[in-house]
Nanobody
Framework: QVQLVESGGGLVQAGGSLRLSCTAS????????MGWFRQAPGKEREFVAC???????FYSDSVKGRFTVSRDNAKNTMYLQMSSLKPEDTAVYSC?????????????????WGQGTQVTVSS
Protein backbone atom coordinates (compact mmCIF):
# COMPACT_ATOMS: atom_id res chain seq x y z
CA GLN A 1 0.00 0.00 0.00
CA VAL A 2 1.27 3.42 -0.96
CA GLN A 3 2.24 5.58 2.00
CA LEU A 4 2.01 9.34 1.95
CA VAL A 5 4.09 11.96 3.77
CA GLU A 6 2.94 15.52 4.36
CA SER A 7 5.18 18.55 4.79
CA GLY A 8 5.04 22.33 4.75
CA GLY A 9 3.02 23.07 7.85
CA GLY A 10 3.92 25.77 10.32
CA LEU A 11 2.83 28.89 12.18
CA VAL A 12 1.43 31.78 10.17
CA GLN A 13 -0.50 34.94 10.94
CA ALA A 14 -4.10 35.37 9.86
CA GLY A 15 -4.25 36.46 6.26
CA GLY A 16 -1.01 34.69 5.42
CA SER A 17 -0.26 31.76 3.13
CA LEU A 18 1.25 28.29 3.33
CA ARG A 19 1.90 25.54 0.80
CA LEU A 20 1.57 21.94 1.88
CA SER A 21 3.02 18.98 0.03
CA CYS A 22 1.98 15.34 0.07
CA THR A 23 4.49 12.90 -1.42
CA ALA A 24 3.80 9.23 -2.10
CA SER A 25 6.30 6.44 -1.47
CA UNK A 26 5.62 5.08 -4.94
CA UNK A 27 3.55 5.83 -7.99
CA UNK A 28 -0.10 6.48 -7.19
CA UNK A 29 -2.34 4.11 -9.16
CA UNK A 30 -3.50 5.77 -12.35
CA UNK A 31 -7.00 7.11 -11.97
CA UNK A 32 -6.83 7.47 -8.18
CA UNK A 33 -7.96 10.60 -6.46
CA MET A 34 -5.84 12.29 -3.81
CA GLY A 35 -7.38 14.26 -1.00
CA TRP A 36 -6.63 16.60 1.87
CA PHE A 37 -8.37 16.41 5.22
CA ARG A 38 -7.84 18.27 8.47
CA GLN A 39 -8.57 17.67 12.12
CA ALA A 40 -8.68 20.33 14.80
CA PRO A 41 -8.42 19.46 18.51
CA GLY A 42 -11.67 18.02 19.80
CA LYS A 43 -13.22 17.88 16.34
CA GLU A 44 -13.79 15.18 13.75
CA ARG A 45 -11.66 14.83 10.66
CA GLU A 46 -12.95 17.22 8.00
CA PHE A 47 -12.72 17.03 4.20
CA VAL A 48 -10.78 19.93 2.68
CA ALA A 49 -10.18 19.20 -1.01
CA CYS A 50 -9.58 16.43 -3.50
CA UNK A 51 -8.17 16.18 -6.99
CA UNK A 52 -8.57 13.61 -9.73
CA UNK A 53 -5.77 12.01 -11.71
CA UNK A 54 -6.44 14.46 -14.56
CA UNK A 55 -6.49 17.50 -12.28
CA UNK A 56 -10.19 18.14 -11.65
CA UNK A 57 -10.66 19.45 -8.12
CA PHE A 58 -13.39 19.80 -5.53
CA TYR A 59 -13.37 21.84 -2.31
CA SER A 60 -15.28 22.12 0.92
CA ASP A 61 -17.29 25.30 1.24
CA SER A 62 -15.10 26.45 4.12
CA VAL A 63 -11.96 26.71 1.94
CA LYS A 64 -13.37 27.35 -1.53
CA GLY A 65 -11.79 30.42 -3.07
CA ARG A 66 -8.89 30.44 -0.59
CA PHE A 67 -7.22 27.05 -1.09
CA THR A 68 -5.98 25.51 -4.33
CA VAL A 69 -5.15 21.82 -4.73
CA SER A 70 -2.84 20.57 -7.46
CA ARG A 71 -0.82 17.46 -8.23
CA ASP A 72 2.24 16.41 -10.20
CA ASN A 73 1.80 12.75 -11.11
CA ALA A 74 5.38 12.47 -12.38
CA LYS A 75 6.62 13.45 -8.91
CA ASN A 76 3.96 11.45 -7.02
CA THR A 77 3.12 14.67 -5.19
CA MET A 78 0.02 16.68 -4.37
CA TYR A 79 0.03 20.26 -3.13
CA LEU A 80 -2.32 22.48 -1.19
CA GLN A 81 -1.78 26.21 -1.59
CA MET A 82 -3.54 27.94 1.28
CA SER A 83 -4.15 31.69 1.19
CA SER A 84 -6.11 34.17 3.31
CA LEU A 85 -5.67 31.83 6.25
CA LYS A 86 -7.95 32.17 9.24
CA PRO A 87 -7.51 31.01 12.85
CA GLU A 88 -10.25 28.44 12.24
CA ASP A 89 -7.98 26.81 9.63
CA THR A 90 -5.73 25.66 12.49
CA ALA A 91 -5.54 21.86 12.39
CA VAL A 92 -3.43 18.86 11.51
CA TYR A 93 -3.63 18.42 7.74
CA SER A 94 -3.38 14.91 6.32
CA CYS A 95 -3.49 13.43 2.84
CA UNK A 96 -4.54 10.10 1.39
CA UNK A 97 -5.53 8.48 -1.90
CA UNK A 98 -8.81 7.00 -3.07
CA UNK A 99 -9.89 4.59 -5.77
CA UNK A 100 -13.45 5.91 -5.61
CA UNK A 101 -14.91 8.02 -8.38
CA UNK A 102 -16.79 11.32 -8.46
CA UNK A 103 -14.93 13.41 -5.91
CA UNK A 104 -14.77 11.29 -2.76
CA UNK A 105 -15.25 13.42 0.36
CA UNK A 106 -15.48 10.85 3.16
CA UNK A 107 -12.38 9.78 5.05
CA UNK A 108 -13.54 6.15 4.87
CA UNK A 109 -13.07 6.27 1.10
CA UNK A 110 -9.35 6.94 1.41
CA UNK A 111 -6.28 4.82 2.20
CA UNK A 112 -2.59 5.30 2.86
CA TRP A 113 -2.94 8.16 5.34
CA GLY A 114 0.14 10.17 6.21
CA GLN A 115 1.07 11.30 9.72
CA GLY A 116 -0.12 14.83 9.06
CA THR A 117 1.43 18.27 9.31
CA GLN A 118 0.41 20.93 11.82
CA VAL A 119 -0.91 24.25 10.56
CA THR A 120 -1.39 26.97 13.15
CA VAL A 121 -2.91 30.33 12.24
CA SER A 122 -2.57 33.08 14.83
CA SER A 123 -5.00 35.97 15.08
Amino acid sequence: QVQLVESGGGLVQAGGSLRLSCTASEQIIRGYYMGWFRQAPGKEREFVACISWSGSSFYSDSVKGRFTVSRDNAKNTMYLQMSSLKPEDTAVYSCASSGRQFYPTRASEYVGWGQGTQVTVSS
